[in-house]
């Protein structure tokens, strides 16, 4: 029997990449190994008797360490929606969003992916979340479905000049995981107060999560791409349609048949006279 040669660094280094191993959680490794081959601890210390005054005393809360405690759900979507309703800008409202605490993910992420194109666009689209290469540059689809929404936008004569981008979730999950609901309630308040500044007058959703979220249906993105919707910022009324998200199209390409009608619909509505 013929034993296979040992990994590489590199086919070892693609081998977590692809496992979702992709950043360190501390600045020295940990041998764990080492912590096997330590002697044990037999002998025990006597008990200390508290006093009484000690005993009387109330325990002190313990020091809550940055990243692994988090607020409650509904106090975070709370403390979200406030923020965002006093965010007067979308510099205020970037600003607001890097001091936010109350979603996890922003420390595990390596930093805010806030959006990307021309704030005074008339087409705005929105995605899910980041990924890797997102998360590296802090800036949406910059990777490999990234230039194929620039191509895609580029068939109808746009570009990140004339369009605005970002997500419903700025910060990316572990491993580019699916963001839990109680995630995406907490970052809603954000991205809708991000399409009330922008104000687009045609607003684009890629894929099935961030179709659900922002027009509040339960139905797929076969049976909703294509279709225009009504979205209500309080303020008026935006056309938004659903589309396929660059990255299922990556591994669909049979959908971009679809998907150029959803673009060719879309250019149209870009040819009416600004709401």
Not at 43 to 65: G, K, M, N
Not at 182 to 205: N, S
Request: one cysteine or more; glycine letters at 6%.
């Amino acid at each position: 029997m013929i034993s296979e040669p040992a990994p590489t660094i590199r086919e070892l280094l693609a081998f977590y990449l692809e496992a979702g191993v992709d950043c360190a959680l501390a600045e020295e490794p940990v041998d764990r190994l080492a912590e096997l081959d330590a002697p044990p601890q037999t002998a025990l210390q006597p008990a200390r008797t508290i006093p009484q005054a000690e005993r009387a005393r109330p325990l002190a809360a313990p020091a809550v360490i940055r990243g692994e405690a988090a607020p409650a759900p509904d106090v975070a979507i709370a403390t979200a929606r406030e923020a965002a309703r006093t965010a007067p800008s979308l510099d205020a409202l970037r600003e607001l969003m890097e001091k936010f605490d109350g979603c996890a993910l922003k420390h595990t992420a390596t930093r805010l992916v806030f959006a990307d194109g021309n704030p005074q666009a008339r087409i705005m689209f929105v995605g899910e979340a980041p990924g890797r290469d997102e998360d590296i540059e802090g800036l949406p689809f910059v990777g490999r479905s990234g230039k194929l929404l620039d191509r895609m936008i580029g068939a109808i004569g746009l570009d990140r000049r004339t369009a605005y981008i970002a997500n419903v979730i700025p910060w990316r999950p572990p491993g580019n995981r699916t963001p839990t609901p109680q995630e995406t309630q907490i970052c809603l308040p954000f991205i809708q107060r991000q399409i009330e500044l922008v104000d687009p007058d045609v607003l684009v959703t890629l894929g099935n999560p961030s179709t659900q979220t922002l027009l509040a249906t339960r139905e797929g993105i076969m049976r909703t791409r294509g279709r225009w919707f009504d979205y209500d910022t309080g303020k008026r009324s935006i056309r938004a349609l659903p589309t396929f998200h660059p990255a299922y199209l990556l591994r669909s390409p049979s959908y971009k048949r679809l998907a150029w009608q959803d673009l060719r619909a879309i250019a149209k509505a870009l040819e009416q006279k600004p709401s």
